[in-house]
């Protein structure tokens, strides 16, 4: 895949989506299911890697972006990334405090909702990916309202994840 | 005194929060409050807070729209522009440093293991935020219904694209105000 049309691509799911892991459908959708240049495994581990380290969790992406293109496709996902980040500049400049206003933040909530649905069937196919018996059903459970309950780094959750595998394996 | 800001101070700072705070947006957003506002006083809480709120409603990561903003508040465009690189670049190597390595390791019997215990994490996480996403907003459950049910039987049923489907949900919450 050309490089620039990644980067499009990406774009596209960065800018429309309102958090890190909100773009995560639309990747799905145009480079798992469209274009069928990455795997859903590959998009687990991009993830994986993007949330290992700190920073954002958007970061993901340049992991996808390597999967796709090496060293080129990631750095189009860096810059997918880092593009969006800008159109707050204009916003600060002539928006203000009209952003509060009753309107936009209903439009937005019903963004946010939404993409939460968006999201939620993104997940179900990489779950399926992830459980591949019953002790990865287990942790996807306990992950899910851990992260859900408490204020857990989920760096330490991944660690745990990862040893519970480990060790599972060893014995 | 504070020392005054520079556009090396400046990319100083936001290299060393945004590359060392794990758990995402939220958690660098507390620590640039405390650093920025009460230790460096370069910015004040109003501005802070307008910051933090544009954020929320531009495309993309949240906490990188925030560095843009804050940062073009204290030092102009050159300033936002080496707060979201200072942010985002070093992490984004360590990305690609962790993406090789899982995959090198891929075939090898222990860190297949690890990775899948990882992996179900993921899983478990990627609905954890689902969850987080909706419950703010479960005092309206006819909206909840309709945005978050709607998008996920478009989506899911009916194979429905995204973009359609925000597009949509942003004119509808618009006409339909709380």
Known sequence: ????????????????SFSGLASLPMVRDDLVVHHRVLTDRQLNTAVVAGRTGPGPNGLYLVSVGYFVDGLPGAIAGLMAVMTPAFLILPLMYWLGRRAETPRVKSAIRAVILSSAGLLLTASLPLARDAITGPLTAVIVAVSAIILSFTKLDSAWLMLGAAAVGLVAKLV | MPPKATLARLTAVFFR??????????????????????????????DYAVAYALARITPG?????????VAWRIL??????????????????????????????????????????????????????VWLLVRPQ????????????GAFLATWKFGVTPIPVIAIAAVAGFLWKE
């Open chain 1, 1 to 16: 895949m050309n490089v620039f049309i990644l980067y499009l691509l990406l774009l596209k799911a960065t800018m429309t």
């Open chain 2, 61 to 69: 990561t949240n906490v990188l729209a925030f560095c843009a903003a």
């Open chain 2, 138 to 149: 479960l005092t309206s459950i006819l909206r909840v219904s309709v945005f978050f049910g």
């Open chain 2, 17 to 46: 929060i945004g590359n060392t705070i794990f758990g995402g947006g939220d958690p660098m957003m507390a620590a640039f409050q405390r650093e920025l506002i009460d230790r460096q006083g370069w910015l004040t809480q109003e």
């Open chain 2, 76 to 129: 102009g465009v050159l300033g936002s522009v080496a707060a979201v690189i200072a942010v985002t670049l070093p992490s984004a190597a360590l990305a690609v440093l962790f993406t090789v390595g899982y995959e090198a390791w891929r075939k090898n019997a222990l860190v297949t293991a690890a990775i899948g215990g990882t992996a179900a994490a993921v899983a478990g996480m990627m609905f954890s935020t």
